[in-house]
Every structure is written in structure tokens, then in C-alpha cells.
């Protein structure tokens, strides 16, 4: 089985670990990055196509397909706010805040 985690190093939320969140089989979605704005171009007026000037990737989405399955409701909210301060929070807080040193990541574990 195969363990998805997401932690800051503080704090973490894992699936199929956790009783509570299962991930689905064909749950993640990755998907590949475009140019933004399609990037920019040259063109010669001398040879035939046109050549990439200048690119910047734009930002991957990835989307991961979940089933709760807590058994009371204490613990599901809890994990759920647990994962809502990670993805809402503290992930901006990183890329907004130049003090903040802590990423927030996805790990993959295979078992075995």
C-alpha cells in the first residue's frame, strides 16, 4: 500500500495511514505545466518557424481524489482542520511570508 503524506515538518496529515482519509485508486491527477501566456516568440522575416524568446512555467495543479471514512465526528473534524491550516494556510503563508522558512510537501511511501 502506498502512503501519501503532506506535512510541514510540524505538522502532518496522512492518507491511508490515517483511518480517516483513502485515497482512490485512480485518485491523483498530475498534470503537466504550460508556458504562461504561451510564452514569447521571435519570428525572422529570413527563415521559415519562430524561435521561444522567453518562458515561464506556469503553476502545476494537481488533483488527488479522497473518501472520508472516520468513525466519530470529533476525529474527522479535527483532521480535516489539521489539512485545511496545511493547504490554506500555511502552504500561502510560505510562498507570502520571507520569514517563513517551512515548505509545505507531499511525500510518497511505498510499502516494502
Known sequence: M?????TDGDLTVSFMADPGFKMLRDGW???S???KGGGS???SAVADG???RHAVYDNVVENYKLVLGFTDTDN???RIDDL???LLRRAPDYWLDRFNNSPVYITRQLDG
Do not use: H, Q, V
Not at 502506498?2 to 503532506?6: E, S
Open 76 to 78: 474527522m473534524i479535527s
Open 41 to 43: 516568440y521571435g519570428n
Open 50 to 52: 519562430r524561435i521561444l
Open 2 to 6: 502506498t502512503t501519501y503524506t503532506i
Open 29 to 31: 491527477a498530475g498534470r
Open 84 to 86: 485545511e491550516e496545511l
Open 33 to 35: 505545466t504550460t508556458f
